[in-house]
């Protein structure tokens, strides 16, 4: 596998991990809060772009606006939900005849649900650690997440653990991580391949 340094939108840095195989889909990948470090090189979301070309797809990573090279004010999350819009709009308009997916991770899986709950649309999601709690612990607004989406959980996650997000999604389907927290240490290649098993499931079913 290799990559490619890519510019989404003219403003977000991004990087295409690129299959060794004759590519099957494309899959987005959003990385977690910023104000937290979170960037495109978190070691999750690193791990996810490995798993995922290891599948058989074109993994696209960026920054969301204000991270690393991108352009833009941070918004909290006000309008960071459009570059989840403008990374899928680049993977349609760079590859129209592949399938798109996204994974995404904490902040990122938000912006997600906030850019669906817009309107958006892609082939196949798997989210890993959406939380039910901001980094203060107080209740998360967590934008709608439609039936049957696949989210990866960890049991002992501290903003939002398997058990409760079962209860709280009750029409999620929720994979669950177990002994580990929200930062998944020791267990991040197993998330890896949760995400990419789902991705390749769902991505492929249209697949010729």
């Not at 049991?155 to 669950?176: H, K, M, V």
């Amino acid at each position: 596998m290799r990559e490619e340094a890519v510019r989404v939108a003219d403003r977000l840095e991004g990087t295409l991990r690129i299959p060794d195989t004759a590519p099957l889909g494309i899959v987005v990948v959003a990385h977690p809060l910023p104000t937290h470090g979170g960037t495109m090189r978190n070691p999750l979301v690193a791990s996810l772009a490995r798993a995922i070309a290891a599948r058989g797809f074109y993994a696209l990573r960026f920054n969301f606006r204000s991270v690393g090279e991108s352009a833009g004010e941070w918004t909290g999350g006000a309008e960071e939900w459009r570059d989840i819009g403008d990374a899928v709009a680049h993977a349609r308009t760079t590859f129209p005849e592949l399938r798109v997916g996204i994974t995404a991770y904490s902040f990122g899986a938000l912006m997600t649900l906030r850019w669906l709950a817009n309107g958006g649309h892609v082939d196949g999601i798997a989210l890993v650690g959406v939380p039910l709690r901001t980094p203060k612990f107080a209740a998360q607004d967590v934008p709608p997440v439609p039936d049957g989406t696949f989210i990866v959980a960890a049991e002992n996650d501290q903003f939002g653990a398997a058990e409760e997000l079962r209860r709280a999604l009750p029409r999620a389907r929720i994979a669950e991580v177990k002994g580990v927290d929200h930062f998944f240490v020791g267990k991040r290649d197993e998330v890896g391949q949760l995400v990419a098993d789902e991705l390749a499931r769902t991505l492929a079913s249209s697949v010729p």
